[in-house]
C-alpha cells in the first residue's frame, strides 16, 4: 500500500478498486486492531471522494440538461420560462412530450 501522496491521480474507479481491497482484508479478519483502524480511516476518506466526484458528476448531468431544454426550447420557440423546479422534474410547460401515450394493455386470453 503506497501513500505517499494521496489522492494525487487518484480517480472515482481507483478509489472503489482501493475500497475494494480494504472491504477484503476486513473480511479476511487477518488485520490487527491498528491495522483496522487504519484501514477504515482510509476507507472513510475514499467514501468522501467517491461522494464528492459523484456529486460533482450529478451536478454536471443536471448543467447539460438544463442546456438541452434551453436548446429544445429555443428551437421551438418556446418563450415560456422554465423553473428549476421543472428542470429538476424533467419537463416544461412549454415542451412537447416525450413519447405518444402508452398502448393499450393486451386483452387476456380467457377461455371459453
Given at each position: 500500500?503506497?501513500e505517499?501522496?494521496?489522492?494525487e491521480?487518484?480517480?472515482?474507479?481507483?478509489?472503489?478498486?482501493?475500497?475494494?481491497?480494504?472491504?477484503?482484508?476486513?473480511?479476511?479478519?487477518?488485520?490487527?486492531?491498528r491495522?483496522?483502524?487504519?484501514?477504515?480511516?482510509?476507507?472513510?476518506?475514499?467514501?468522501e471522494?467517491?461522494?464528492?466526484?459523484l456529486?460533482?458528476?450529478?451536478?454536471?448531468?443536471?448543467?447539460?440538461?438544463?442546456?438541452?431544454?434551453?436548446?429544445?426550447?429555443a428551437?421551438?420557440?418556446?418563450?415560456?420560462p422554465?423553473?428549476?423546479?421543472?428542470?429538476?422534474?424533467?419537463?416544461?410547460?412549454a415542451?412537447?412530450p416525450?413519447?405518444?401515450?402508452?398502448?393499450?394493455?393486451?386483452?387476456?386470453?380467457?377461455?371459453?
Amino acid at each position: 500500500m503506497s501513500e505517499e501522496n494521496p489522492g494525487e491521480n487518484r480517480t472515482y474507479e481507483s478509489a472503489t478498486a482501493r475500497l475494494d481491497e480494504i472491504i477484503h482484508r476486513l473480511d479476511s479478519g487477518e488485520s490487527q486492531l491498528r491495522e483496522t483502524l487504519e484501514l477504515c480511516e482510509e476507507a472513510k476518506g475514499l467514501i468522501e471522494y467517491c461522494a464528492g466526484e459523484l456529486a460533482a458528476v450529478d451536478q454536471g448531468l443536471k448543467e447539460l440538461k438544463l442546456e438541452d431544454l434551453a436548446a429544445s426550447l429555443a428551437g421551438s420557440g418556446g418563450n415560456a420560462p422554465v423553473t428549476s423546479d421543472e428542470v429538476a422534474a424533467g419537463s416544461s410547460p412549454a415542451a412537447p412530450p416525450d413519447d405518444e401515450s402508452p398502448p393499450p394493455p393486451a386483452e387476456p386470453d380467457v377461455p371459453f
